[in-house]
């Protein structure tokens, strides 16, 4: 069993829909929870950041983290052509500089206008 | 965030010659990362570059093929050495900006095709 299990997609929505992406992962020491954007030809970019349990909302987005089902989620609002992109969780069970990121695969998310 | 630039940003290489890539990044960081990330896999640590010390390698990447260069805090080059086909794929190289945070920002890559 891999670490972190991501539906790699491809996910095609309408405009204005509600997006909901997931990640599970076995390793209940992650406590740091990550969420990263990766438009084509450009590096991952830093959506949300949770640490531990519980939620996290800006703006369009919310971060969910469910520890005791080793299940973490992110909802986008009113979903824009704009968000088209693939979306990455990532996870640490560390604090301080590990650098122990465990990556899932991404999902490829298109938002069809 | 900090801003990181990426060199070069993509090229196509003959097998068996090396490409340096480097990062760039405008302020001082203490931890540098790189990454390797293949069409349909997971971002995988390559290895930790800090400023002073020799990089720190991951489990089944090795200092002779992927030589890491880290001279102040501001900048490292990873060197791609001897090239493969097996080695096109796209390098990351991230830093972290809080020290304590895990909080990792990414440069756009180097997308490396290998003949």
């Known amino acids: 069993q891999k670490e972190v299990e991501q539906d790699p997609g491809p996910l095609s929505v309408p405009e204005g829909a509600i997006v909901s992406l997931n990640c599970t992962y076995s390793?209940?020491?992650?406590?740091?929870f990550m969420w990263y954007r990766q438009y084509s030809r450009k590096g991952p970019e830093l959506l949300m950041y949770?640490?531990?349990?519980g939620n996290k909302e800006d703006g369009r987005f919310t971060a969910q983290v469910d520890k005791s089902s080793k299940y973490i989620s992110l909802f986008i609002r009113d979903s824009q052509p704009s968000d088209s992109a693939t979306y990455l969780c990532?996870?640490?069970?560390?604090?301080?500089?590990?650098?122990?990121?465990?990556f899932g695969k991404g999902t490829k998310l298109s938002v069809k206008p | 965030s900090a801003v990181i630039s990426q060199k070069p940003s993509r090229d196509i290489c003959q097998r068996g010659t090396s490409l340096t890539i480097q990062c760039q990044v405008d302020s001082q960081v203490t931890m540098m990362f790189w990454y390797r990330q293949q069409p349909g896999q997971s971002l995988t640590l390559i290895a930790t570059?800090?400023?002073?010390?020799?990089?720190?390698?991951e489990s089944g990447f090795v200092i002779d093929k992927f030589p890491i260069s880290r001279p102040n805090l501001t900048f490292s080059t990873l060197t791609v050495s001897n090239m493969s086909p097996e080695d096109s794929s796209i390098y990351l190289c991230?830093?972290?900006?809080?020290?304590?945070?895990?909080?990792?920002?990414f440069g756009a890559g180097t997308r490396l095709s290998v003949l």
């Open positions: 390793n209940s020491a992650f406590q740091y």
């Open positions: 990532a996870m640490s069970g560390y604090g301080g500089s590990q650098g122990n990121l465990i």
């Open positions: 570059a800090n400023q002073g010390s020799e990089a720190t390698y």
């Open positions: 949770t640490y531990s349990s």
């Open positions: 991230s830093v972290e900006e809080k020290w304590g945070a895990n909080i990792q920002y």
